[in-house]
Nanobody, 126 residues
Framework: QLRLVESGGGLVQPGGSLRLSCVAS????????IAWFRQAPGKEREGVSC????????KYGFSVKDRFTISRDNGKNTVYLQMNSLKPEDAGIYYC???????????????????WGQGIQVTVSS
């Protein structure tokens, strides 16, 4: 049973920044590709970003490209999501997820999810 705990959410003004953290509890996060997802009220769950086990490759959803950056520090058992130039439409609950292994690749498709964190709220004021 995997445990992932998100932190770093909160309230930010449009154009501001937040950094989310995803910490693995009881297992080695470096054993898995990690992805971030989000869900806004009334909207479908959306793939945001993913990163390979070693951190050598990452992917981003169209709506966040050039604004968000995913990274990882496997020595700290942590994956990060740096969110810059935030927009009101970025608001929602953000989840990190351990993903099925892919050689040198990762995915932001929820079909490949092994387990999720509890999620954390991100609010972007208008």
């Amino acid at each position: 049973q995997l445990r992932l705990v998100e932190s770093g959410g909160g309230l930010v003004q449009p154009g501001g920044s937040l950094r989310l953290s995803c910490v693995a509890s009881g297992f080695t996060i470096g054993d898995y590709p990690i992805a971030w997802f989000r869900q806004a009220p009334g909207k479908e769950r959306e793939g945001v970003s993913c990163i390979t086990r070693s951190g050598g490759r990452s992917k981003y959803g169209f709506s966040v490209k050039d604004r968000f950056t995913i990274s990882r520090d496997n020595g700290k058992n942590t994956v990060y999501l740096q969110m810059n130039s935030l927009k009101p439409e970025d608001a929602g609950i953000y989840y990190c997820a351990a993903m099925q292994f892919r050689i040198g690749d990762c995915t932001i498709s929820a079909d490949a999810t092994i387990d999720w964190g509890q999620g954390i709220q991100v609010t972007v004021s208008s």
